[in-house]
């Protein structure tokens, strides 16, 4: 079963950082952009960033100049580097790749408090 796996989430201080892990299933990197979103309580879920498959990059408007986001297609891994944390960006976080049929994974719990 294809399937996207988060982690790398917890409790961290404003201020604080976190990185993220998203295990890609295999081969998906070479032709897909990959996206993290979140989901905070009662909210919808919106996206946080992409990458291409040529390293193109988006993000956010909120998050810009605090998260950057990665790519390890050797370890068909994508990574997102969350710096300066603020409660705001507390929320479920997950991956997928952009215009996917692959149903959302459990995600990672990213909490930011003090």
């Known amino acids: 079963q294809v399937q996207f796996v988060e982690s790398g989430g917890g409790l961290v201080k404003p201020g604080g950082s976190l990185r993220l892990s998203c295990a890609v299933p295999?081969?998906?990197?070479?032709?897909?952009?990959i996206a993290w979103a979140r989901q905070s309580a009662g909210k919808q879920r919106e996206f946080v960033a992409h990458?291409?498959?040529?390293?193109?990059?988006d993000y956010l408007d909120s998050v810009k100049g605090r998260f950057i986001i990665s790519r390890a297609p050797a370890k068909n891994m994508v990574y997102l580097q969350m710096n300066n944390l603020k409660p705001e960006d507390t929320a479920v976080y997950y991956c997928?790749?952009?215009?996917?049929?692959?149903?959302w994974g459990r995600g990672t719990q990213v909490t930011v408090s003090s």
């Open positions: 997928n790749a952009l215009g996917s049929s692959v149903p």
């Open positions: 990458i291409t498959p040529g390293n193109g990059t």
């Open positions: 295999e081969d998906i990197l070479s032709f897909a952009a």
